[in-house]
T-cell receptor
Framework: GEDVEQSLFLSVREGDSSVINCTYT??????LYWYKQEPGAGLQLLTY?????DMKQDQRLTVLLNKKDKHLSLRIADTQTGDSAIYFC???????????FGPGTSLSVIP | DTGVSQDPRHKITKRGQNVTFRCDPI?????LYWYRQTLGQGPEFLTY????????KSRLLSDRFSAERPKGSFSTLEIQRTEQGDSAMYLC?????????????FGPGTRLTVL
């Protein structure tokens, strides 16, 4: 079946890099996503990677995909207090198919 | 505001009552999705529509739940005989289905509390 797992909590100091890891089980996943959810706010798509890529960089964000191990990571460089939020790893077979979410990683940034 | 909107934002009801939520997608989007998110969990897929056709329903969607999208625009999600376990945030999303990447845009959610 489809399952996405990620560690539940991460705490980093302001200015350090954060790395959030995720594993998924569905080998037919074509798109892998990172969503951000802040308290009282909706889900925001941060970035996504297509399954035939192994890396994607977008400003402070770097996504690494190891398709063989079904492992996805999100690196946030120079983490700021405004990055404190819950980050969800997710996957889908097409970009307009249902999205399967992980449980979320709560990132706390210590000033 | 041309984003996904949901109404109401909050709903408190007593166990056994029926509730109905509404979602208005982004106007040119033909796909509409419903998800449920409980505290401390990620969103879980419930169902989705392509225009007015309901294409997939999750096993989570018991027969007390029904969703419609009668004219292929807005959608409603009804829960009959609510139970305390139905307390959650109900999220709606919409997307296009054109070539390339189609982002699912999420609404702010309807928070349901069943007493």
């Amino acid at each position: 079946g489809e399952d996405v797992e990620q560690s539940l909590f991460l705490s980093v100091r302001e200015g350090d890099s954060s790395v959030i890891n995720c594993t998924y089980t569905d080998s037919s996943s074509t798109y892998l996503y990172w969503y951000k959810q802040e308290p009282g706010a909706g889900l925001q798509l941060l970035t996504y990677i297509f399954s035939n890529m192994d890396m994607k960089q977008d400003q402070r964000l770097t996504v690494l995909l190891n398709k063989k191990d079904k492992h996805l990571s999100l690196r946030i460089a120079d983490t700021q207090t405004g990055d404190s939020a819950i980050y969800f790893c997710a996957e889908s077979e097409t970009s307009y198919d249902k999205v399967i979410f992980g449980p979320g990683t709560s990132l706390s940034v210590i000033p | 505001d041309t984003g996904v909107s949901q109404d109401p934002r909050h709903k408190i009801t007593k166990r056994g009552q029926n509730v109905t939520f509404r979602c208005d997608p982004i106007s040119e989007h033909n796909r509409l999705y419903w998800y449920r998110q409980t505290l401390g969990q990620g969103p879980e897929f419930l169902t989705y529509f392509q225009n007015e056709a309901q294409l997939e329903k999750s096993r989570l969607l018991s027969d007390r739940f029904s969703a419609e999208r009668p004219k292929g625009s807005f959608s409603t999600l009804e829960i009959q005989r609510t139970e305390q376990g139905d307390s959650a945030m109900y999220l709606c999303a919409s997307s296009a289905t054109s070539g390339g990447f189609n982002e699912q845009f999420f609404g702010p959610g309807t928070r349901l509390t069943v007493l």
